[in-house]
């Protein structure tokens, strides 16, 4: 490995190590205790850049988060617990902020449920992720029956399978679309007791122009219980994803989604119906 890419790597490092936490100095001394079996507060000073007087308060809240051992002498040695065991810490150290900053918030004073009619309540909706997170949220409260269109077999992640399984486990009609063969045979393995359709929805599917290879296709779409909607596109150009979301059962975005769901489909499993599909 060149001189250029350790440098790299070694920035990479400490840049994601204060993302996870940890202080400037005390990524640095970590990064440089990870790269030698051992070193003295000189020694980390010289290959990480801290300051020597800065070394020793940094490996003490090291030594105090489980990332460092010390070896008490005449110089005192220090050095870097394992990786494995240093990631599995820091996991450990963020999930517990997760579970304390949940805890923090839902015990904040927050405003009483409106109970007015929700026929105009539609949002929009930002990152594959936070959509991703949503649609886990939607198939999760689904307690009837649930339509879901995908037209990338990028958007059909462990956890969604993991949660159209579990939808049709507690008595969910779960009913999946899609244009992509080895998407409708991850689905047909993964969640058995769902039914997986052929969408014949074109404009799901393919650009109004076909030969414009940058227009915004349509990413997903998901209908539970004929009163909630989501509905998001893929800008092929930034693979940037954007959804809105919308509920309530007179909700127009909702009725139009449910009428086109409704006559879109056809059973993947019916020839006849299918044309020869398959």
């Given at each position: 490995m060149s001189s250029s890419d350790s440098n790299e790597n070694r920035n990479q490092a400490v840049?994601?190590?204060?993302?996870?936490?940890?202080?400037?100095?005390?990524?640095?001394c970590f990064v440089a205790l990870s790269r030698v079996p051992e070193a003295t507060a000189k020694e980390i000073s010289e290959s990480s850049e801290v300051p020597r007087t800065r070394v020793y308060d940094a490996v003490r809240i090291l030594e105090a988060q489980g990332l460092v051992e010390?070896?008490?002498?005449?110089?005192?040695?220090?050095?870097?617990?394992?990786?494995?065991?240093?990631?599995?810490?820091?996991?450990?150290q963020y999930e517990s902020r997760f579970d304390t900053l949940k805890d923090a918030i839902e015990d904040l004073d927050r405003p009483a449920e409106s109970d007015s009619d929700s026929v105009h309540e539609v949002w929009s909706l930002s990152g594959t992720t936070a959509i991703a997170n949503r649609t886990?949220?939607?198939?999760?409260?689904?307690s009837d029956e649930l339509f879901l269109l995908v037209g990338h077999e990028s958007l059909v992640t462990d956890d969604l399978m993991g949660s159209l399984s579990e939808a049709t486990d507690r008595g969910v009609s779960v009913i999946v679309g899609t244009e992509d063969q080895s998407v409708?045979?991850?689905?047909?393995e993964r969640v058995?007791?769902?039914?997986?359709?052929v969408s014949k929805l074109d404009w799901l599917n393919t650009?109004?122009?076909?030969?414009?290879?940058?227009?915004?296709?349509?990413?997903?779409?998901?209908?539970?219980d004929n009163s909630t909607i989501l509905v998001s596109s893929i800008d092929p150009t930034t693979s940037k994803e954007r959804a809105v979301y919308g509920r309530g059962f007179?909700?127009?975005?909702?009725?139009?989604v449910r009428r086109l769901m409704a006559t879109g489909l056809i059973r993947s499993d019916d020839p006849a119906k299918r044309g020869g599909d398959e």
């Amino acid at each position: 490995m060149s001189s250029s890419d350790s440098n790299e790597n070694r920035n990479q490092a400490v840049e994601l190590l204060q993302q996870l936490g940890l202080k400037e100095y005390e990524a640095k001394c970590f990064v440089a205790l990870s790269r030698v079996p051992e070193a003295t507060a000189k020694e980390i000073s010289e290959s990480s850049e801290v300051p020597r007087t800065r070394v020793y308060d940094a490996v003490r809240i090291l030594e105090a988060q489980g990332l460092v051992e010390v070896q008490h002498g005449n110089p005192q040695l220090f050095r870097a617990v394992p990786v494995e065991e240093a990631i599995s810490t820091l996991r450990d150290q963020y999930e517990s902020r997760f579970d304390t900053l949940k805890d923090a918030i839902e015990d904040l004073d927050r405003p009483a449920e409106s109970d007015s009619d929700s026929v105009h309540e539609v949002w929009s909706l930002s990152g594959t992720t936070a959509i991703a997170n949503r649609t886990q949220q939607l198939v999760e409260n689904t307690s009837d029956e649930l339509f879901l269109l995908v037209g990338h077999e990028s958007l059909v992640t462990d956890d969604l399978m993991g949660s159209l399984s579990e939808a049709t486990d507690r008595g969910v009609s779960v009913i999946v679309g899609t244009e992509d063969q080895s998407v409708r045979d991850a689905i047909r393995e993964r969640v058995p007791r769902a039914e997986v359709f052929v969408s014949k929805l074109d404009w799901l599917n393919t650009s109004s122009d076909p030969d414009d290879a940058d227009e915004v296709r349509i990413g997903r779409v998901l209908l539970g219980d004929n009163s909630t909607i989501l509905v998001s596109s893929i800008d092929p150009t930034t693979s940037k994803e954007r959804a809105v979301y919308g509920r309530g059962f007179s909700n127009g975005l909702v009725v139009i989604v449910r009428r086109l769901m409704a006559t879109g489909l056809i059973r993947s499993d019916d020839p006849a119906k299918r044309g020869g599909d398959e």
